[in-house]
């Protein structure tokens, strides 16, 4: 399966300020998606991050908290925007073939904000 | 909303006992996927079954997709230490994403 590198690997923030997390995968894949899995919780799915077009965002999240870049079939960005404590948490990027085939994670970036 | 429930939350169990969690959705899946969560890890994917009442098995695991394609069973047999995790099932909802379920919390007891 397809070799994913998400980095930071995790990062401590300021309250108000953003970052930008990388997911890079070794080969091109059709679909990247991003995750939000809070300390103790499952996953919640973010956006599924479109080549090329705007990314589809699930319900609860926006464009303007979370914007999604993908430039090509092999790398994708989140930003977190102005980050407050309720944004502390691990976000994943997965690929996969379609939408509802199989997906496989990156290691996740653990995001503490102060 | 779509949703997916699973049974137990937390399953401690002592080593080489056997173990299930249960899935269920509120919806008629179009498969459902098993994952495996280590503690500190990402999320590991472990089978895929589509058909309505299929049953797969992967050395100790063995999984099964209901009749209806509403709800699903994870079942290990004889638990080792290395089995410790979170268990997530995910149901790809027919035209929709993915929605995982709050997961199975095992711990194994040497």
């Known amino acids: 399966s397809a070799v994913i590198s998400q980095k930071p690997s995790r990062d401590i923030c300021q309250r108000g300020t953003s970052l930008t997390i990388q997911c890079q995968v070794d080969s091109q894949v059709t679909m990247m998606f991003w995750y939000r899995q809070q300390p103790g919780q499952s996953l919640t799915l973010i956006a599924t991050a479109n080549q090329g077009s705007e990314a589809t965002y699930e319900s609860g999240f926006v464009i303007d908290k979370f914007p999604i870049s993908r430039p090509n079939l092999t790398f994708s960005t989140l930003t977190v925007s102005n980050m407050s404590p309720e944004d502390s948490s691990i976000y994943l990027c997965?690929?996969?073939?379609?939408?509802?085939?199989?997906?496989?994670f990156g290691d996740g970036t653990r995001l503490s904000i102060l | 909303g779509q949703q997916v429930m699973q049974i137990p939350q937390y399953q401690h169990v002592q080593e080489g006992e056997d173990f299930t969690t249960y899935c269920n959705s509120s919806?008629?899946?179009?498969?459902i996927q098993w994952y495996k969560q280590r503690p500190g890890g990402h999320p590991v994917f472990l089978i895929q079954l589509v058909k309505s009442g299929e049953v797969k098995k992967q050395k100790r695991l063995t999984f099964q997709f209901g009749e209806a394609k509403k709800n699903s069973s994870l079942h290990i047999t004889a638990t080792q230490t290395t089995d410790v995790g979170t268990y997530f099932c995910?149901?790809?909802?027919?035209?929709?994403?993915?929605?995982f379920g709050p997961g199975t919390r095992l711990s194994v007891l040497p």
């Open positions: 995910a149901g790809p909802f027919y035209g929709q994403n993915f929605v």
């Open positions: 919806t008629t899946l179009s498969n």
């Open positions: 997965s690929v996969g073939a379609a939408d509802n085939q199989p997906q496989h």
